[in-house]
């Protein structure tokens, strides 16, 4: 077994504590905006300022739909605990990532820029963001893993841990840790994939599939709320999502095939004989 004995809380500001999994959550944050604007400055469709823009507002809209997501997941303890229904303490990934990309479309579409080629550029910076953010999630235990006997189960020692208090010394699957892992395959991907899909989106579309289909499968493995047909509010948007990326990957792939056959060929004009 692997022993966990970090303290999630690492120092206090007063009487106040800082936590791992707020710092690695900022650090994420921070990681994909530093994306965002480091490859605006090399690509000529997009300004910088365009991308700080995107940025300013991606990020509180993020938050807000991430925590919103939490809320609905475990209405009942909400319902009974109002006045706790405003803060940090509970946020997922797909609330961060689907309202992070509703106010950057919004933005794009006022500003006229292109949404979709602004999403190719973070899809890779985003799930690079989701690693750094897990690393938190895999100090603090909050993401409990189904009792293992796998000699890589996690064992959290913290009392301030959520796993320690709910499951005691009993080890677990370190789904969080797995998908560290992951992530940083789907990077690899995306990297590869750059500039070789086309048209503009499908990166991004490609991105959202892969991240469904671990949403789907790990969250078996996974301690939670039975949201809708026993599945977890994360794997149902994960089903949605994937169902939804696929006919748009075939629709738009379609569409830019047809659109390459309809456009005429050039004709070479014929050098006379002086």
Known sequence: MIYVNIDPIAFHIGSYPIGWYGIMVALAV???????????????????????NAAIIGIPSGVIFSRLLHVIDNWSYYWANPAKIIGGEGLTIWGAVLGA????????????????????????GIILAQAVGRVGCTILGDDTGLQTTLP?????????????????????????????FYCLLVFGILMFLRKRLQPDGSLFVVYLGLYSIWRIG??????GTSFLWGLHQA????????????VILIIRHTRWVKKGEEEPTPVKSKKTKA
């Open 30 to 52: 921070l990681t994909m905006t530093l994306w965002l604007i480091l490859w605006a400055r090399k690509d000529p469709r997009i300004t910088v300022s365009t991308a700080i």
């Open 101 to 124: 990309a509703l106010g950057i479309w919004l933005y794009d579409h006022f500003s006229k820029h292109s949404f979709a080629h602004m999403a190719d550029m973070m899809a890779p």
């Open 152 to 180: 890589w189960g996690f064992v959290y020692t913290s009392p301030n841990s959520p796993t320690n208090q709910t499951m005691g010394l009993i080890p677990t699957h370190p789904v969080v840790t797995y998908e560290i």
């Open 218 to 223: 790990s969250d078996f493995l996974r301690e």
């Open 235 to 246: 794997q149902l948007i994960g089903v949605i999502v994937l169902i939804a990326c696929i």
